[in-house]
């Protein structure tokens, strides 16, 4: 008896394990709609530089964690360099122009004319006094001939109008350029300007910082390679873009939304990684595109997205397995 009830418990032991793998096989676990499987994803920042240039300097390694404004790599600018000396030095000419469209003539040009107006003042008071007698003189019939009249009113208007014209070129000479040459060197001057502020920033382009904090998840340059207007140097993986995706069934999918709360296990960590969904697919689809279980084989599911605090999202890894869990 004692050794047919032993034989009897093992083939119940047997028969129960068998039951228990079916059971697992067949998804008898599937009932707890709470607790499905998914993976880690990562959004990763490539950075570039929009010039092409030789790999001058690689200041940072594959691993290596990086804030934000940590160098990253550096390519050759001489280039750069020349083309902003040379709009640094047209634009220092054109405002050396602008500015002497603004003066007057030189001191010592401004007195030449001064003297000059003076001679012309002083010629015509003696064209004035001359005038003056021979006006008189022509009063007195046959004391002056009407040709020495006629001399001397011609030799004082024609001082009068050397002084007028030495007036009005002293006057001009105090007022710089005409207005619309004014104009047009102010607006050289901006042009140079802008063509400076264009070439400081190729050169600036030629030395690339880390836009955010995260892990420099590769390089994908060596030091003295070429590289290409845009093609990316270095891989950064800020924590902020490590999310979690996972495959619900549709009889769950209505009662998750974005926000709710979230638990996460990884294989070898003790406690789960709290976060919170955030975002619920629109779409459904018929088998998730990494399968982890024939339990996610031939079923309806949709596409969550559960997000985390940077330094919960730090210690997960793109492409790793996860079970998640909804709710409290």
């Known amino acids: 008896m004692t050794g047919s009830g032993a034989a009897h418990r093992r083939m ?19 009932s707890d709609t709470n607790h499905v499987q998914g993976y880690v994803e990562g959004e990763f920042v490539y950075v570039a530089s929009p010039l092409a240039g030789a790999l001058e300097s690689l200041h940072v390694q594959r691993g290596t964690q990086v804030k934000a404004g940590d160098p990253l790599f550096a390519l050759e600018s001489v280039s750069e360099q020349s083309s902003r000396v040379e709009a640094e ?21 401004i007195a030449s004319m001064a003297a000059q107006l003076k001679q012309a003042r002083a010629a015509l008071a003696l064209t004035q006094s001359e005038f003056s007698r021979q006006e008189k ?37 105090h007022l710089g350029s005409r207005t619309d ?30 836009p955010q904090a995260g892990l420099v998840l590769d390089t994908l340059y060596r030091q003295g390679e070429w590289v290409a207007a845009g093609r990316p140097v270095v891989t950064l993986l800020p924590p902020q873009n490590i999310k979690v995706r ?59 997205e559960a997000v985390f605090d940077p330094d919960i999202a730090a210690r997960l890894h793109p492409g790793q397995p996860v079970d998640v869990r909804f709710g409290p």
């Not at 032991?13 to 008898?28: E, F, Y």
């Not at 002056?144 to 109008?161: C, G, L, P, S």
């Not at 140079?192 to 264009?198: D, N, Q, S, V």
């Open 12 to 30: 119940s032991g047997v028969i129960g394990g068998a039951l228990a793998a079916l059971c697992l096989w067949g998804g008898c676990t599937a």
């Open 89 to 109: 030095r047209r634009l220092a000419q054109a405002r050396a122009n602008l500015e002497d469209t603004t003066k007057g003539k030189r001191p010592s040009e």
């Open 137 to 173: 003189l022509m009063e007195t019939p046959g004391a002056t001939a009407e040709i020495d009249f006629d001399r001397a009113r011609y030799a004082r208007d024609q001082n009068r109008q050397r002084v007028a014209q030495i007036e009005a070129d002293l006057k001009t000479a």
């Open 181 to 210: 040459q004014i104009a047009a060197a102010d607006a050289e001057v901006r042009a140079l300007e802008a063509a400076l502020a264009k070439a400081e920033w190729n050169l600036a382009q030629k030395r690339q910082t880390a």
């Open 246 to 304: 996972a495959f619900v069934p549709e009889k769950r999918i209505g009662a998750i939304h974005p926000g709710d709360r979230v638990q996460v296990t990884v294989d070898g960590v003790r406690e789960p990684f709290v976060g919170k969904v955030s975002f619920v697919s629109p779409q459904a689809e018929y088998t998730p595109p990494v399968i982890y279980s024939h339990e996610s084989r031939d079923k309806l599911v949709f596409m969550i």
